[in-house]
């Protein structure tokens, strides 16, 4: 079973608005569908995140990681 936290947050109200939309389109729970988007968005950061630090990685060659490992 998934722990659950209860959060009181404050939304603007065109996107409290168009939450309630969603909500009555699709006949599901707001936290649902917030929770939905939080996931969407935390992935869309992570992959953010990892381009940047790849930008300020120092790369290193195969050869010089074969030649490391004694391959």
Do not use: C, Q
Request: charged share 30%; proline share 1%; aromatic share 4%.
């Amino acid at each position: 079973m998934n722990k659950h936290t209860r959060l009181n947050i404050t939304l603007p109200a065109g996107i409290a608005l168009e939450l309630d939309k969603l909500a009555t389109e699709l006949n599901g729970k707001k936290s649902s569908i917030i929770a939905d988007a939080l996931e969407l968005y935390f992935d869309e950061m992570d992959t953010a995140l990892a381009e940047k630090r790849l930008k300020n990685a120092e790369l290193v060659s195969a050869e010089d990681v074969w030649k490391e490992l004694g391959l």
